[in-house]
Structures are given as structure tokens and as C-alpha cells.
């Protein structure tokens, strides 16, 4: 598979469904399970980690882009996720090779 094939419809259909149901049991709390930061937090968000590599557009799903940024806001954050800005940059120049090469 090319590293900058497309998700499917039906995966992106599946992924906006998640994030909708995780967006809504958001509503009103500042963290998964209520308003302390837990384990489910932090293993929500390593996942997360993977759509912000990509640059995915969360920004219709108002209360987790308010969740993610509190996330971001940890101390630990930058520490804990420098892999995603490795990634993106690696990501970067592996698309704009395989786009010279066309």
C-alpha cells in the first residue's frame, strides 16, 4: 500500500463515528471521566497522536479538539508525543521524494 493512499469510505465513515461518540461523552466534562485527568486519558490520546500525524481534521467535533488541547497542555505532552512531529516531518519528505519520482 502507498504510504499516502486514501482511507476508504468506509473507514473514514467508521473513524467519524468514533470520534462523534467520543466528542459527545465530552460534553461537559473536561476529561474522558470527568474532571480528572486518568489512564483512559492518556491512552485516548495516544491514539489521537495518530490522526494528528496526519494532519486529520478534527475541528467539526468541538468538545475533542477542547479535550485534545487540555491533553496538549500536560506538561508532559511535548515530551511524551515528539514522535508526532518526527513522523510528520518524515512523512513530509517521503511524499515529496515519491512525488518527484513521478
Same mark, same amino acid.
Given at each position: 500500500?502507498?504510504?499516502?493512499?486514501?482511507?476508504?469510505?468506509?473507514?473514514?465513515?467508521?473513524?467519524?463515528?468514533?470520534?462523534?461518540?467520543?466528542?459527545? $461523552?465530552?460534553?461537559?466534562?473536561?476529561? @474522558?471521566?470527568?474532571?480528572?485527568?486518568? =489512564?483512559?486519558?492518556? $491512552? =485516548?490520546?495516544? =491514539?489521537?497522536? @495518530?490522526?494528528? /500525524? @496526519?494532519?486529520?481534521?478534527?475541528?467539526?467535533?468541538?468538545?475533542?479538539?477542547?479535550?485534545?488541547?487540555?491533553?496538549?497542555?500536560? /506538561?508532559?505532552?511535548?515530551?511524551?508525543?515528539?514522535? =508526532?512531529?518526527? /513522523?510528520?516531518?518524515?512523512?513530509?519528505? /517521503?511524499?515529496? $521524494?515519491?512525488?518527484?519520482? @513521478?
Amino acid at each position: 500500500m502507498p504510504p499516502f493512499q486514501a482511507m476508504s469510505e468506509e473507514a473514514e465513515e467508521t473513524m467519524k463515528k468514533v470520534l462523534t461518540g467520543l466528542n459527545e $461523552s465530552l460534553e461537559g466534562k473536561n476529561y @474522558v471521566c470527568g474532571s480528572e485527568i486518568t =489512564i483512559a486519558d492518556c $491512552s =485516548i490520546a495516544g =491514539i489521537m497522536g @495518530v490522526l494528528l /500525524t @496526519v494532519d486529520y481534521d478534527m475541528s467539526q467535533w468541538l468538545h475533542l479538539v477542547a479535550w485534545l488541547n487540555r491533553m496538549k497542555a500536560q /506538561t508532559w505532552w511535548d515530551e511524551c508525543n515528539k514522535g =508526532i512531529g518526527m /513522523t510528520q516531518e518524515f512523512m513530509k519528505q /517521503t511524499k515529496a $521524494s515519491s512525488d518527484n519520482q @513521478v
